[in-house]
């Protein structure tokens, strides 16, 4: 009698299962939105996949001056350090090659919460999307326009 094993839930807490979720990205297809790829980065941290996140940072950001090799071993051990338990995407606005994420990270150390929100930019480069630069938002606003209003 074949046993059933339940599909592994994607750590992008997505509730879809890992294999039909961030899984293809992982393995090299290119996400499709900046909200798909901002999920998959999120996955990558939980798995301690810091190939993949070093592969889909825009050139422009600053950890691409450094050596990849180091980089892609310090991302990869996050996860040693942190338990990446939950993603909250609040919004995401989409202009062209340009996009925004506003999303709240739930991440804890030790048992201590260092849960953060994050609006992130993202850019295309050669039609894939990539990891520009975020900005730490103090307290969470439920959409982009709302957080731009109260910066303003
Ligand atoms: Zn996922």
Avoid at 143 to 150: G, H, K, S, Y
Wanted: proline residues 4%.
């Amino acid at each position: 009698m074949a046993k059933r094993v339940a599909a592994k839930a994607c750590p992008c807490t997505s509730g879809a299962a890992y294999a039909d979720c961030c899984a293809p990205f992982h393995r090299g297809a290119e996400a499709t939105t900046a909200d798909r790829l901002m999920r998959s980065r999120f996955a990558a941290f939980a798995l301690g996949d810091g190939a993949y996140l070093w592969r889909t940072l825009h050139p422009t950001h600053p950890l691409r001056s450094r050596p990849e090799a180091e980089v892609v071993r310090e991302l990869s051990r996050a996860k040693q350090t942190l338990r990446y338990q939950r993603l909250t995407v609040h919004d995401h606005d989409e202009d062209g090659d340009r996009a925004r994420v506003l999303f709240t990270a739930h991440v804890f150390e030790k048992g201590k919460d260092r849960s953060f929100t994050e609006l992130s930019e993202f850019a295309r480069v050669d039609g894939a999307w990539r990891y520009r630069e975020g900005l730490a938002v103090d307290a969470p606003a439920a959409t982009i326009v709302e957080l731009l209003e109260r910066l303003s």
